[in-house]
C-alpha cells in the first residue's frame, strides 16, 4: 500500500507543475478572449468576428501599452494615477505589493536590479542573495557608496530581509538570477 502511494504521489508531482502551468495558460487566453470579445463585436462589422480575435488585440493592446509607457507624457499621466491609488488605504496595500512583484520582472531594464547573485555569510553558513543596490541608498540617511543592498528572499515566498552590506562580506557566485530564485524558493529542493 505504501508503494502505491509513492507512485501515485509521484505521478502527482510530475503532473501538477504541468497541469497549473497549463491550466494558467488556458485562463489567461479565455480571460483575455471574453473580455476583448464583447468591444471587438461592437467595433466589427456584423459576422466579421472570429474566436482568438479578442486574444490577439490583447497581445495588441500590450504591445501598445509597452510603446506608449516610454512617452514622457504617458508616464506623468500614470505617475499621477499611481499617486491617487496610493492614498487609498486597501488599494495602496494591494496596488503596492503587485507593482514590487511585477518590478522583479523588469530584470535587465535598470542596472542592479536582481542581476547579480551573491552568498552572505549568515551566522555559521551562508544564504543566497540579489544585489538591488550597488552603492544603496538607506531610507533617511541618504547614499552611502561603501554599502551595497542585497535582498535576501525567504522559501516558499514567505518575504525577505534586504540587508545593507559592505563590499568585502559579499561573495559574487556564477548563479543566474533564474536559478538562484529556483533554488531559494523552493528552500533547496530545485530540480535543475
Excluded at 502551468?21 to 464583447?38: D, Q, R
Excluded at 514590487?100 to 536582481?114: Q, R, S
Excluded at 543592498?149 to 522559501?155: D, I, K, N, R, T
Amino acid at each position: 500500500m505504501k508503494r502505491l502511494g509513492r507512485i501515485l504521489l509521484k505521478g502527482l508531482i510530475t503532473i501538477l507543475p504541468i497541469g497549473l502551468t497549463l491550466y494558467f495558460a488556458y485562463w489567461l487566453g479565455v480571460t483575455a478572449e471574453s473580455v476583448l470579445a464583447g468591444p471587438l463585436k461592437w467595433l466589427l462589422p456584423v459576422g466579421a468576428y472570429r474566436p482568438g480575435m479578442g486574444l490577439i488585440a490583447g497581445f495588441l493592446v500590450m504591445f501598445i501599452v509597452g510603446l506608449a509607457v516610454n512617452a514622457y507624457v504617458v508616464r506623468r499621466v500614470l505617475l499621477w494615477g499611481e499617486t491617487l491609488v496610493l492614498r487609498v488605504p486597501l488599494l495602496k496595500t494591494v496596488y503596492a505589493a503587485l507593482r514590487d512583484l511585477t518590478a522583479l520582472m523588469k530584470l535587465g531594464e535598470t542596472p542592479g536590479e536582481l542581476q547579480r547573485v551573491v552568498m552572505v555569510q549568515w551566522g555559521p553558513g551562508r544564504a543566497i542573495g540579489f544585489v538591488t543596490q550597488e552603492n544603496a541608498t538607506v531610507p533617511g540617511l541618504g547614499t552611502d557608496e561603501s554599502l551595497v543592498a542585497v535582498y535576501l528572499p525567504m522559501s516558499y515566498q514567505i518575504g525577505g530581509y534586504t540587508l545593507y552590506l559592505p563590499r568585502d562580506r559579499i561573495q559574487p557566485t556564477d548563479l543566474t538570477v533564474e536559478a538562484a530564485m529556483r533554488i531559494v524558493l523552493t528552500g533547496g529542493l530545485q530540480t535543475q
